[in-house]
């Protein structure tokens, strides 16, 4: 008998081994090739700044194809085959999906994007524009292989059964070579072999990364794009489902009594600089006043006080801000949650969160907000938006924000139809008219749509000549802006006519950007050349008017600023010490407090300097400007804004998801009864 180490023997064994992967092989290997192509076609279509799909990237991205597909080792021929269809089909389509979603959010799609589904429909418009051509390109294999299966269809009916005879034969023939049991063995052992392969080629270089230049990027609020930089797409993907179970199943909410201790003393600290009675002559100046705050869907900074072909773009606002207070370095702070993002900014103070909508994923945690502390100054508070209550979660949020009622679509006549929903021209005629029969003071917050993405108002509504940016999204945009400024000059009107103007604080802000992202429109629009950093600033800037009964205070006021600082200042106005409550942003009014404005994305503006963040989240490898000269300068001149900032980010996160404002407020009320 022949030693198992001579070379026949051993040659045997080793053809054995492999054979279970000659049948798949190529088919396998096609799959993993095609998979590779088109994860790259979503990266050349992101464009991203210090975000390139390098060698050491492509083998983690094939790791992660292998690792979501290993599995299909274990599956009988057949059932291989249509497997590696299936999965083709459904991560084409997650792709797809993805890079759709990003050109419009500049983020990726996760479990609590998800959760939110049901909104989808109600993009369909917006879709439809963010769609090219090329992207057919993701499913044309697909397309091909259906193709060639009707024609080999189609042969096999014409020629009849003899050649699947042989084949039955051979397989047998085959199947005779080896028991189930080995087959089973070595098919066990052939899937065990990729799935090491494909932990290997993931977190080999997942660990090198997060071992030298992305160090705590699993620990800290990256984002998204700073985790797709490391991870590639699946690797993303599979990271964000872990970190949606440990959030809801496991202790991913659950904080260190260091850790929460950490939070108390940041906002003690914040706490103790808040203003109160007697500081200056305007807290509390506007007392037991009415307050309307509209908040303007992608109403964009840029617009202000601009001229497209003799035309002025905004002329009621550029009038109102005669006799108002304009903030014109106000920024918006949203993230995915886009319109719910700016909502819980603006009246809970707090950074929205790095994935999903608060709205959606934390609606019965409790908040500080502006509708809530009113409420014991003796406020009613009130909600206008014609559109469905359930969208974005509004019918259960708005309840546990402490709003009294809702007016919804349901609420609305719907005498102007126009884009998703009510024309805002009577949205705010009707919304005025409610408010009129309401018991003052009142609180009053509205949410506008007209201006919303897709921005295709009928001919008839459309007044401006864009000239060569008629037709194109952005002249679209800007004649949907037109559109809401005569809205709200015709809703100054309606104020004075029921007699409100004179009672009431009127704020009116941008919620997001447009989500148009080239720079040529605007450009032209503008009639100069944009630099990065002017483009950072047009992209996140909003309008931010605060007009006072008396037209008292009005100016240009250029301190840095952003949606959560507007709760703490409207409480200044109306002299309601904040000090007992969670809320992170700035008082406007307070000269006391450092003026710091946080982005979602780590980006941040201290009036001085503004800091654009690297893709990959490292911070040299981020821009520094000067403000003034508008020039890059050196990036330690940031560092101490960037921690700080990122310091922020973590603090409001672990606030809102380890539901920490109640758990504090019971130890206030603990306490006192002690």
């Known amino acids: 008998m022949e030693s198992f180490n001579s070379g026949s023997q051993r040659q045997g064994w080793i053809q054995r081994l492999l054979w279970p992967f000659a049948p798949i092989r190529l088919t396998y290997l096609a ?338 907000t502006l509708p809530n502390i009113l409420s014991k100054q003796g406020y009613d508070s009130y909600v206008f938006h014609a559109y469905e209550p359930s969208f974005w979660n509004r019918s259960v949020m708005y309840q546990n924000m402490g709003y009294k009622k809702f007016f919804s679509k349901n609420d609305f006549t719907i005498d102007e139809p126009l884009g998703w929903s009510l024309g805002d021209k009577s949205f705010f005629r009707q919304s005025i008219e409610k408010m009129s029969t309401l018991q003052q003071p009142f609180y009053s917050f509205m949410i506008t749509l007209s201006s919303h993405h897709p921005y295709t108002l009928p001919p008839e509504v459309q007044e401006l000549d864009m000239g060569d940016l008629s037709g194109t999204t952005f002249g679209d945009y800007i004649q949907a802006l037109h559109y809401v400024d005569a809205a709200l000059g015709e809703m100054e009107s309606e104020l004075k006519e029921k007699g409100l103007w004179d009672k009431t604080i009127l704020v009116f802000y941008g919620d997001h950007d447009n989500s148009l992202k080239d720079k040529a429109p605007m450009e032209e629009f503008l009639g100069k050349s944009l630099s990065d950093l002017d483009m950072e600033q047009l992209m996140n800037q909003v309008p931010m008017l605060i007009h006072l009964p008396d037209g008292a205070h009005a100016g240009t006021y250029d301190i840095p600023a952003g949606q959560l600082d507007m709760t703490p200042s409207l409480l200044h106005l109306l002299g309601v010490n904040a000090s007992p409550y969670y809320l992170m942003g700035n008082d406007m009014f307070n000269q006391k407090e450092k003026k710091l404005v946080v982005l979602r994305t780590g980006a941040f503006s201290d009036g001085d300097i503004f800091y654009i963040p690297s893709a990959d989240g490292v911070f040299e490898h981020g821009t520094a400007y000067d403000l003034k000269t508008r020039q890059t300068t050196d990036i330690e001149r940031a560092r101490a804004g960037f921690e700080e900032a990122q310091k922020r980010l973590n603090i409001s996160d672990e606030l809102i998801t380890g539901d920490l404002i109640r758990e504090f407020h019971n130890e206030q009320a603990q306490a006192s009864t002690k």
């Open 31 to 368: 799959f993993v090739i095609i998979m590779l192509e088109k994860l790259i076609y979503l990266q050349s279509n992101i464009h991203l700044p210090n975000i390139d799909m390098n060698d050491l990237d492509k083998v983690t991205a094939v790791g992660s194809i292998v690792l979501a597909s290993f599995w299909v080792i274990w599956l009988p021929k057949r059932g291989r085959i249509i497997a590696l269809i299936v999965l083709d089909l459904l991560l084409s389509f997650l792709i797809f999906a993805d890079l759709v979603y990003f050109r419009y959010f500049q983020d990726f799609i996760t479990i609590p994007v998800l959760m939110q589904a049901g909104q989808v429909e109600s993009l369909g418009g917006s879709i439809r524009e963010l769609l090219s051509a090329n992207d057919l390109w993701l499913f044309a294999d697909l397309m091909l292989l259906a193709v060639v299966g009707i024609v080999l269809l189609v042969l096999r009916i014409r020629r009849g059964r003899s050649r699947s005879t042989l084949t039955r034969s051979a397989s047998t023939y085959r199947s005779g070579m080896m028991s189930r049991r080995k087959r089973l063995t070595l098919g066990f052992t052939k899937g065990a072999i990729l799935f090491v392969l494909g932990c290997v080629m993931t977190f080999g270089p997942i660990k090198y990364a997060t071992s030298t230049w992305a160090t705590g990027l699993f620990v800290g609020n990256w984002w998204n794009m700073s985790l797709y930089n490391v991870t590639g797409l699946l690797g993303f993907h599979g990271y964000d489902i872990y970190r949606y179970a440990d959030d809801h199943f496991g202790n991913g909410n659950q904080l260190s009594a260091a850790q929460t201790d950490e939070i108390k003393q940041w906002f003690d600290a914040k706490q103790k600089g808040r203003a109160k009675a007697g500081d200056d002559k305007l807290f509390g100046a506007y007392k037991d006043s009415n307050v309307i705050v509209v908040q303007g869907e992608a109403f964009m900074n840029f617009v202000i006080g601009k001229s497209f072909n003799g035309q002025e773009i905004t002329p009621n606002i550029n009038r109102l801000m005669k006799e108002s207070m304009y903030f014109s370095q106000y920024y918006h702070q949203t993230g995915q949650g886009r319109t719910s993002d700016a909502d819980i900014g603006s009246n809970a103070s707090l950074h929205p969160l790095p994935t999903g909508s608060v709205f959606t994923r934390y609606a019965d945690h409790q908040y500080d």
